[in-house]
């Protein structure tokens, strides 16, 4: 779900991402001078823009998935 703009002095905000391989998605944000994602909470830390990206490796079973900006 969609979790809306967010701006600099915003408490940090914990963010999921579900993938039906059941493969662990990773977040990561890109500018991270803007917000930093550790595990899944985000931290604003200065004004400016990034995009959270999410990406997934693959396995036996599955491909990797195409980096996602959200």
Do not use: M, R, W
Request: glycine share 8%; hydrophobic share 35%.
């Amino acid at each position: 779900n969609p979790f809306g703009t967010k701006t600099f002095g915003d408490v940090p905000f914990t963010i999921g991402a579900t993938a039906t391989s059941n493969l662990p998605v990773n977040l990561i944000s890109s500018n991270p001078n803007v917000a930093t994602v550790s595990g899944n909470t985000v931290t604003i830390l200065s004004a400016g823009s990034t995009n959270l990206i999410a990406s997934q490796s693959g396995n036996q079973n599955y491909e990797a998935a195409a980096e996602v900006s959200i």
